[in-house]
């Protein structure tokens, strides 16, 4: 306020009063202070951090303070209690997808049907994060793939070929082991890096019987006894049983195996390609060398990619601040915001704004995934992202096979009677 109306409005309503309101006024707007809860993967806190810095930057009245969580199913147990005690604060990360669903968007979140930046968000991703007709995040992140990162320079060195049916992964696998490196790197200590076999190898899964996410959303097909579906356990289990995996797989984390990848000590990693951006923060001179595949089937014809949607960012209806809250949300599905992720972290997959677009040098690892997208036909969504049933024990179950503790079939088993409980709470029919 410029001091000739500070003089008027002292003429007119007496200068105590105006002072006061003057003070109370943009006092009170400095006070807005927002919570961002995280998971705490060092590219998230990376990202995360850039967008909030330019953000505050252009909205000086709001504050964002970041707090991180663990991944996970730790992750999970954390944000369900947060948000059934009204803890959660004001704007949090979290899946989309099947886990979504789970933590009752209709209950715990804000609404954003209507916000006007929606119109630039891709559809693939405003299905993922609906619930009763109303739409409740906005994208964080890039797309994903799920399915192998490999080491380019050693199979360089031994004359390999990226393979395309699962045969030819495992005579890889015997030439890799054969020149004294690791065939395929597991790090069971993280036990979430587990489930890559199972959840990577869903397009296989669809390609064999296009109807299996119907029937399994409505409790008629099995995991157990779906012979393609089974497939993914049982390629876990053999690879365990043909002694190609890090003889620490037990005990190795997820930084352990980005680090084994990286120095060409192993040379698959079945992850997801949003681990590129750990590469280049902890690895950056080995980026160019980390190239990725999808999880090869039985027929090299119908090869393709199982894909992630990028987790979203939600409202929580508990925030005292949502119009502030909205600001930020907005602030992150613009192409700014893509452009500042990528400066922060690099390009690790396609964005699901409409207005973002990925630079001309990506890594080996983008432009392999980016391949998979731009080939009709040759990707599709993860099971959770088309059916909202998911179970919270896979982890653990994936690491039993995985470590021989537990045959394929018996794990299988146990996961489709791990699904029960979450279906049934959700309400669905069938179960």
């Known amino acids: 306020m410029t001091a000739h109306r500070m003089r008027l409005a002292a003429l007119s309503a007496g200068a105590g009063l105006a002072l006061a309101a003057m003070v109370s006024g943009p006092a009170l707007a400095e006070e807005v202070t927002l919570s961002f809860l995280i998971d705490n993967g060092p590219q998230t806190v990376a990202a995360a951090e850039k967008v909030v810095e330019a953000f505050m930057a252009a909205n000086p009245d709001i504050k964002v303070d970041i707090e991180t969580r663990p991944g996970g199913g730790d992750g999970d147990n954390i944000v369900k209690t947060r948000l059934s005690t009204g803890e959660i604060g004001d704007v949090f990360l979290y899946n989309s997808g099947s886990l979504f669903q789970q933590i ?136 365990f049983k043909a002694g190609h995996l890090n003889k620490d797989f037990g005990a190795a984390t997820f930084d352990d195996g980005l680090r084994m990848l990286a120095s060409g000590e192993g040379a698959h990693y079945p992850m997801l390609t949003f681990a590129l951006g750990a590469i280049q923060t902890a690895n950056p001179d080995a980026v160019k060398d980390i190239g990725f595949f999808a999880l090869p089937g039985d027929d090299a014809a119908k090869n393709g990619l199982t894909a992630w949607m990028p987790p979203g960012i939600y409202i929580s209806n508990e925030s005292e601040h949502v119009d502030a809250a909205k600001k930020l949300v907005a602030f992150i599905a613009s192409k700014e915001a893509c452009d500042l992720q990528t400066a922060a972290v690099g390009a690790t997959g396609p964005y699901l704004v409409k207005s973002c677009a990925l630079p001309a040098d990506v890594p080996p690892m983008v432009s392999d995934l980016q391949a998979y997208f731009d080939k009709a036909g040759a990707a599709a969504p993860a099971l959770e992202f088309v059916s909202p049933v998911k179970g919270p024990s896979l982890e653990q179950i994936t690491v039993e096979v995985g470590s021989g503790i537990r045959s394929p079939a018996e794990g299988a088993a146990l996961y489709d009677e791990d699904v029960k409980k979450q279906a049934q709470q959700l309400g669905l029919p069938g179960w």
């Open 104 to 239: 009752n968007p209709q209950k715990y979140m804000v609404d954003l049907t209507a916000e006007p930046w929606q119109a630039d968000i891709q559809p693939a991703f405003q299905n993922v994060v609906t619930a009763g007709g109303k739409l409740y995040g906005a994208p964080f992140q890039t797309a994903m793939g799920g399915g192998v990162l490999y080491n380019k320079k050693l199979y360089a060195d031994l004359g390999l070929q990226v393979p395309k049916t699962w045969a030819e992964f495992m005579a890889n696998n015997e030439k890799i082991k054969a020149a004294g490196k690791v065939p395929v790197i597991q790090t069971f200590k993280d036990t979430w890096t587990s489930q890559l076999f199972v959840l990577g190898d869903f397009f296989n899964v669809q390609a064999a019987v296009p109807s299996f996410a119907e029937d399994y959303t409505a409790n008629k097909a099995k995991f157990a006894t779906t012979p393609a579906a089974l497939k993914g356990f049982e390629h876990q289990a053999e690879v």
